[in-house]
Each structure stands twice: as C-alpha cells, then as structure tokens.
C-alpha cells in the first residue's frame, strides 16, 4: 500500500507485534480448579497495510489474541503493541486508532435508529462536524446504508446490522480494524458487498485488517496473509498458495449432467470425489493453484452435457485440521 | 479554551443520555405510567411509616413529623442516585452477554461510560415525592431556621446523593466476581436505603456499626435531620456526626471506586 494512508499517522515499524504473548485462564472443573493455557507464547508482527486473515478452530484462541491486542484482557506473560500502544495501559488513546467489529456484540444501540447511533458514536470519538459528515456519508454510501438510516437497529436484518456494525467501527476512520467473524451468518450477497467494502477501504485509505473468519472465501478475497492457531500456538504464518501447497486447498466442482454417466475419472487437473442419482451428479476436486473451474468444466463437457454447476469453498475446519494433522 | 475543553470532553456522554432520556419520553402514555408507578412505589412506603407511627407515638426518639424529615432526606438522595447510577446493576448482564469488551473499545473510562450510558427518567416520580415529605416535614417539624439550618440542608442533601452513588458503584464492582450476585448487592442497596429512612437509634449496636458507618447511611438522613432539630442523638452516634455527611460520601466513593478498580482487574485477569 503504496502512500495511500491519509490518516497521518507514522507507518514506521509494526502496527502490531506480539512477542511470546501468553494468556492463561483458571477453570472450575468440577470442584478442582485448572489452568488452561489459551494463547501460548505467541510471536508475530504485522505491518501496516497488510490484511491478515487470523484462523483456527473454535477454541483455539482467536478471541482471547484480539482481547489482548485490544486491552480487553492482560497477557499472563509476553507482551503486545498495538499501534506501538501498550493495549491495557493506553486503552484510551488505542481506542482512537483501532476498530473492532465483533461479528456477535453489537457496539450500535438497540433500540435507536442507526442514524442516531452514528450521531452518539461521532461524538464518543470527539469527530468535528466536518469530518463526522464527509465520512458518515461515504460510509452510508459505499455500505449501502442508506435504505435503512432512520430504522431501529433491532429491526434490521442480519446482513443490515452487519453493514452498520462494520461502518460504526470504522467511522473514526481507524489504522487498525479488526473483525472477528464478520461474515458469519450473511448470505453470499451480504458477504461479497462487504468483502468488496473491506477491500475498497484498504486501498482508499491503507487501512490494516485484521480478521478471524471460518470462511475460506473471506480468506482468499481478503487477506494476503495467513496465521493459524492451533491450541494457542502459531501453526502456520504466510500466504495462501503456500499453504495450498503445504496443505492442498482443494474447491469441488459439483456438476448435474443431462444424462447418467460412470464416473468421470482420468480428467487432468481433477480427481472424481463421488457419484450420485445413477452419475447423474458428480463431484469433482481440483487444486485452485494447478488448474481453474473452467478447465475443469471443459474437459467435463468434452464427455458430457452439463445441466448446471456448483463450486464449493475449501471448508476452513478442514484446511485447519489439514495444518494440525501436518504438523504433528 | 478551557471551556471548550470541557465542554468537548462532555460531549460523549452527554449525547448518550440525552438520547436516552429522549427515547423513554417518546411513549408519552407510557412514560406517564412509568412515572406514576414509580410514584406509587414511593408512596406506599411513606404509607408504612405513617400506619407505624399511627400506632405508636414515638420512635428511637422522634415523632412522625420529625420521622418525616429523615424519610424525606433519605428518599430524595436516594431516588436522585437511583435516577443516575441505578443503571449500574445491569453489569452482570453485560457481563453474560460479553458486550462489556464494547466499552473496551471506546476511549473514555469504562465506568464513566456506563454511569453514563442510561438514566431513569421515572425516578423523577419517586424523588419528588421524597421532597415533598421533606417540605412537610421541615414545615411541621418544629425546625429552627437559620444559617446551620441553610447551610445543612443542602449539604445533606448534596451528600447523601454522593453517598448512595458510591453505594451504587461499590454494588456494581463486586458484581465482578458475584456473576449471579445481584441478589445479594441489591440486599445491600436497597437494604440500605430502608435503613437510611430509619431513626439509627433503635439500632443495636452491630447495625449501628454496619448501616452508621461501613455502609454509612446513617450519615444521609438521620444524623443532619438530628442536627437540624437539635436533638441529642443516640449511643454511638452523636449530633454533631451530621455535620461529617459529606465525609461519609468520599468514604463510600473511596470504597466504591476500589471495589470498582479490583473488579475489572480480575475481569481484565490482571492479578487482584
């Protein structure tokens, strides 16, 4: 991200760098306490500009990283700057830098309209009027917001209420934003408007984005950086063809064909997965990194007519389990 | 410049409660009921104390009029502190649901924004019918007016506002380890407003220990209403203390604001 950041702001060093960070938790076991290590000597930074796509297993320690990095929570041991903040101790002024959307917490107000929760929010980050207007109204604008400004947030969909919780995290126009599953529960037009927002913002403003997703679709449109976690530790740090290739992130071409037909084995570049209804619908693997769905529906079309197709996602449970299974 | 300094550094807090205060005036028939429920409440307990004192003429000292003044004190700071602090018992439902962690990510303090992130319009209700029995009872009384009269008064009022709020604020910071301790806080919110209406002479001594001074609610209502009256005060707790309400609003801050500060350590798992 070539200069395009326009918030002033010094991009010398990481935009946030955890070194062995560490968190533990007692739990009640029944009537013996335990300790539970949930972030375990994590060390990473991140630069200002990349978008890292932060994934793991549920449980894994994904929330517990972000609420460190936020201040939220206190390390048990390492330490973590974010923004070159120390979280906890300059929570106030790292709240002016960075922007959280927790796919789960609404930060908007029940039961006011969205207009007026934006209004409370350009407040609660000190915006002069100016400022709260021009971005308000690209935000309103390139999030679509404008169909339901005045409605109660209670009553808005779920993609709705995304859009708005994503945008009201971003009104202060923050350095850092951080998404925890943002895309959980939306439909693929919901996702793909805010994925296409989410990059549109990068590359207007230099933004940094932080996001745990289970959603392989957010990762490949999105990040062009990957971290895995895997029972607090880091299990896997770059991009995304290298983990194809340390994992193979495989899409399935499910095809329906106008006729029964035997499997459709011997396709370059794919491998048959199964057969149902008598081969009238079949299901095909291949490698995004070797070959493309259009070859791949060629060489089908070359042995038969095809009705219609679907492309499934790699399933991120799987590419994960992929990682652990690997590394063991 | 200073000024606007301040007025800028209100500016979050005082958008969040104006539209909240706002929204509940929105349903004009609705916020009426609230209001005169709200009312109601206050009156059937201004009810009690005039169906006891129809039955004996005297308690821990003081007639009914007298009665009235420490009711009127204490209900009036009290319903004012509910009005703008009472909101805080709601922590453990922030607490259930995580939304805790959004105030996280706001820069003022976590407890100013949520002192500020509601008021009680209904209230109104309450505490106006706690100054009215003060009126009453100032008027019927017997008080000596003069310059101690004037100066104590709003002095008392003034403190006991403050001493409740603390109340209100040391409830919420124990609610962090007390995740299902609403109960028990509540006991000793609203177990002490009731005492805070009470004449503290009939106390025994270890209620005089707990409600006169370590939750000092003797020092809202009783102890200046003595002092207004001139009257001697009971064992322990001498007229003279009214004068030390206001020292019992910082003590009841001071805990407050440490209970609050050890709270959100542990929720933040920084040690205790």
């Known amino acids: ?33 335990r300790l539970v290590t949930a972030v375990d000597g994590l060390t990473f930074a991140i630069e200002p500009g990349e978008a890292v796509g932060y994934i793991g297993a549920n449980g894994a320690g994904k ?57 409370i929010l350009a407040a609660i980050h000190a915006l002069t009027g100016a400022e709260e207007r021009d971005r308000t109204a690209e935000l309103v604008e390139r999030l679509e917001l404008g169909s339901f400004w005045s409605v109660p947030v209670r009553q808005l969909s779920l993609g709705q209420r995304m859009r708005a919780e994503v945008a ?40 940094t984005l932080l996001l745990t997703t289970h959603d392989m679709g957010d990762v490949e449109r999105l990040c062009d950086r990957i971290l895995v976690i895997d029972h607090g530790r880091l299990a896997y740090d ?59 529906l060629a060489a089908v079309s070359d042995k038969a007519e095809v009705l219609d197709l679907t492309v499934e996602e790699p399933d991120i449970e799987d590419v994960v389990r992929r990682i652990y299974a690997a590394g063991r | 410049m200073a000024e606007t300094g301040l007025s800028e550094r209100l500016r979050p807090y005082r958008a969040v409660l104006a539209s909240r205060a706002r929204s509940q005036r929105v349903y004009r028939a609705n916020f009426a009921i609230d209001l005169g429920s709200s009312a109601l409440v206050g009156l059937v307990e201004l009810a009690e104390v005039w169906v006891l004192f129809s039955n004996v003429t005297a308690l821990g000292g003081m007639r009914f009029h007298q009665i009235l003044l420490v009711f009127g004190l204490a209900d009036l700071s009290f319903s004012l502190a509910d009005l703008s602090f009472g909101h805080l018992d709601t922590l453990p439902d922030f607490l259930r649901a995580g939304t805790l962690d959004v105030f996280y990510l706001r820069p003022q303090p976590i407890l100013l924004q949520l002192i500020t992130s509601d008021i009680s319009l209904r209230r109104l209700a309450r505490a106006a019918i706690g100054a009215a029995a003060l009126g009453v009872g100032l008027a019927t009384a017997g008080v000596t007016w003069g310059p101690r009269t004037a100066v104590l008064l709003p002095l008392a009022i003034v403190s006991g506002y403050a001493t409740f709020a603390g109340l209100f604020v040391w409830a919420a910071g124990l609610q962090f380890f007390l995740l299902d301790g609403a109960e028990m806080t509540n006991a000793f919110v609203y177990g002490g407003r009731y005492a805070a209406t009470q004449p503290a002479a009939v106390w025994s001594r270890p209620l005089k220990l707990v409600f006169g001074f370590f939750f000092p609610m003797a020092f809202t209502a009783y102890l200046p209403a003595v002092t207004i009256l001139g009257l001697p005060g009971p064992n322990w707790l001498p007229a003279w203390l009214g004068w030390y309400a206001p020292a019992a609003a910082v003590w009841s801050w001071l805990m407050g604001l440490l209970c609050w500060r050890w709270g959100l350590r542990h929720y933040q798992g920084g040690g205790g």
Do not use: Y
């Open chain 1, 1 to 33: 991200m070539s200069g395009a950041t326009n918030t002033g702001a010094i991009t010398t060093g990481a935009i946030i760098e955890a070194d062995g960070l560490t968190r533990e938790f007692r739990v009640r076991d029944g009537k013996r306490r």
């Open chain 1, 63 to 119: 929330s517990t990283t972000i609420k460190m990095l936020t201040g939220i929570l206190v390390p048990t041991a390492g330490s973590v700057r974010t923004c070159g903040l120390r979280p906890v101790s300059d929570r106030r002024r790292l709240a002016r830098q960075v922007g959280v959307v927790f796919g789960q917490r609404s930060q908007l107000w029940w039961d006011l309209p969205v207009r007026e929760s934006f209004r």
């Open chain 1, 168 to 207: 009201a995290a971003l009104l202060h126009s923050p350095r850092l934003v951080i998404l925890d599953e943002p895309t959980i529960g939306l439909d693929v037009l919901s996702k793909q408007r805010l994925r296409e927002f989410l990059v549109g913002e990068r590359r207007l403003h230099g933004t």
């Open chain 1, 238 to 296: 770059g991009d995304l063809p290298g983990l194809s290739r340390t994992v193979g992130v495989e899409r399935v071409l499910v095809v329906d064909l106008a006729e029964p037909m035997p499997d459709l084995t011997g396709l370059g570049g794919a491998r048959h997965l199964s057969s149902e209804a008598g081969g009238l619908r079949q299901r095909l693997a291949f490698d995004a990194e070797q070959t493309t769905a259009a070859k791949v």
